[in-house]
């Protein structure tokens, strides 16, 4: 097992301490990695201690484990771990993100937490999925897991859904450079990232292994703010970052950067680079691109060492950016799509939620071979192109709703199945229904469902959307008096401008092919108004569209 910042002369290494670090830190490197022979180093007491990128089981071991359970609605901090401490969340589900903490799991965050481990923990994002970037990074903008640390600290098996940035590995607030590198994420597991899927903005070397980011807007950024203290101490020369064993996917995802319009879907960069970042060194690992990044390309930083790498291109026409020696590109969704699903195998995974073997996944056998429809750049200097025509980013199909009407409680006998807007007012009261039939998918199962309303006269409350206890009514009959009642919430829209279409999350309640209907109230005293399925403008109607896998 090898320390993530020893130097040990290949490109395969996680890169050699830094030099700015205080000289007892590259001190106790050098000890501890002499008392490295069985994985287990010594504490100052003599007492077993998890090594340098310790397993989850070598974590869990020893004595100072701090067990956590159950659901944490508020954030869960330590400001000051201490030395040689486990945080056992394999139970923990923390959803305090963004509403009650922007930082639901912070550790370290006045003092590095020093060869800290973190076993577990499930960050779930309680905020709309429709949310453009720009709303997501003025509102929003946090980690699900901030861990600064110190010597070394390793997270494992952490899962992430619906947040900002996923995982950020930190110096010590006031301390940076003096802490910070030999950082672990082993057997992650993220979905639906808005923006770095791992925001290393501190420049920390390290190591990411083993890992499925299924959705991210942007993979791994290394670009701190220009300004703060890591643009004044660049990555000495040997540190790395290493992407070990990785499935990355950038995902197309409403309102990409700069544009502030949920209609329009896209994503950021696979690496987020800059001139103080480390060397990368990707090795085994696939990355799938639905399309060309906005406002940029998806290049590898300029010096990527990589082997045995692919990219799985879906955009069409020439792959946009350039990549090093040992990166392949094809056009074939079937080699992310079988590497996604011998991950999930391998780790367990019946959901994201259900992993049984997330921290001792099986082993993972053989790299899969570079598929045979590839081409390879001479140079890192050298963009591809494509060989073939291929697939549409992402399998998606789209669905009209198949009836739609205002009710209104002023009104409770009265049908307004016909009229081409669909009103929410709270004084007096006025819900909208919306029907949709999901037919055939193809034996393929989904992953994503969002609810396209375009907005006709807008207000500072776009309305909450719920689910309802039946879908027996019709149009042409429905009205506040005999209207199946409400269930529970789905999603909400913040403030919303006529001529624009918005975006409302229902992934929880659309499973597959069958009929589904939607309540849509809101509180504020200003109504808003959608389109409906009357409107004359056909691309105006709702629309319900499911993404498929």
Known sequence: MLYPNARCGGPGTAGAPRARRFARHTISVIVLAALMLSGLALTSAGTAAAGP??????????????KLGGTYSSQYKVASPGADRTFDARTATFTAYPFSSKYPFTLGSNNPGVRMCVVGGTVI???SRSLTWDQMKNQHDGDGLRMAGNDWYVADGLRVDNVEDGFAPRGTAGKYPMDGDGFVLRNAYMKYIRDDCVENDDIAGGLIEDSLFDGCNTGISERPTQGTPAWNHPAP?????????VL?????MPGPRGTNDPSVLGHGQLFKWSSVANKLVVRDSIFLVEKKPNGGDASFPSGTVAKNVTVVWLG???????????VKITTDRSVWDKARDHWLARHGCTSFTSCSKLHNPDPYGEPSPAPTTTSSPASSADPISSPAPVASPAVQKSFVATADATIRKGYPKKNYGKSVALALDSSPEGDSLLKFTVGDLGGKKVSAAWIVLWCTDGGPDGGGTFSMTGSSWSESTVTWANAPSMGAMVGTLGPVVAGKAYLVDVTSVVAGAGTYSFRASLESPKGARYASKESTTASQRPVLVVELV
């Open 53 to 66: 990128g310790a397993s989850a089981a070598e974590c869990l071991a020893r004595s100072g484990v701090t």
């Open 125 to 127: 994002g309680q905020q």
């Open 237 to 245: 020369p040997g540190e790395t970052l290493t992407v070990d064993r």
């Open 248 to 252: 990355l996917r950038l995902q197309a």
């Open 316 to 326: 069409g026409g020439s792959y946009p950016g350039k990549i090093p020696s040992g």
